[in-house]
């Protein structure tokens, strides 16, 4: 019975960390391509002519992903290979809530965002007891960016610094009830993670309304554990259907590396999210 706890603990960290990225990962998606996107000569003809091309711009993201997950979870000192696909996650998905918001004056810009995720998942096992788990995760991200360049030509190419802080929060709860139902195990454990992230976002005009955003950074550098590193990547081509709305499609990677102790109280993840991105970006 122990094996089949932790492998179904394995697995609802699991869940856990890929709710981590389709929040996380929303504060690029929000900052600030898309809002640059004023700077263009069709969206400054657009301006009126009082327009201060200083003033605060504001945006709200609603981001989409669909990961898939590869890699190891080590809990208690059990490792396992982890192979997850979108749909199985899906099917244990409770409920779910993400946004991104960002703000830019001038070079300068600040974003953040918040998203929950609530797992709920089960097995009977050959000797017809149940195991049944609750994963509830939240995470909060928030930081700065400068803009590094940004060429005055037709179709500009922009690049943009960022730093900033994740705040990662996980919380389990395992409980198993034999033939009997007569409960014989019950368990119940959080997880913090904070990791400063330091990171790259470039925009590339490809036509006045399109352009294709790239976006990469990493960080950890095993401040919270003993091991922690994540870093993160990002493709999206934007397209901007007017000033205050752009809709991105592409393809995102997030990996993880954490773990702490050692032997038999090791626990720990190595994984890499992917797959298919989207977001919605209002902007004013």
Known sequence: ??????????????????????????????????????????????????????????????????????????????????????????????????????????????????????????????????????????????????????TENEHPFILTGTAGVRFWYTSTDLGHRDALNTRDFHGYGNQTLFDPVLGLRASQYLTQKLHLDVAADGGGFNISHDTDWTWSASGMVTYDFAKWFSASVGYQALALNESNGSGTGKNGVNLIFSGVAGALTFKF
């Not at 699991?14 to 996380?24: D, I, Y």
């Not at 009126?48 to 590869?70: E, H, M, R, S, Y």
């Open 1 to 150: 019975m122990k094996t089949h706890q932790q492998n179904l603990l394995a697995t609802a960290l699991t869940c856990a960390l890929a709710a981590t990225v389709t929040s996380a990962r929303a504060d690029d998606t929000v900052a600030m391509p898309a809002d640059t996107s004023t700077n263009t000569p069709a969206a400054t003809a657009e301006m009126t002519p009082a327009a201060d091309p200083n003033a605060w711009k504001f945006g709200v993201t609603l981001p989409l992903w669909a990961p898939q997950i590869n890699g190891s979870a080590t809990v208690k000192g059990r490792h396992s290979d982890v192979n997850v696909n979108f749909s199985e996650l899906q099917d244990h998905l409770d409920a779910s809530f993400s946004l991104a918001l960002a703000a830019q004056k001038g070079k300068f810009g600040l974003f953040g965002n918040v998203g929950y995720m609530k797992f709920d998942g089960g097995f009977s096992d050959a000797l017809g007891g149940h195991t049944d788990w609750t994963l509830k995760f939240l995470v909060a991200n928030a930081g700065g960016s400068y803009q590094l360049i940004k």
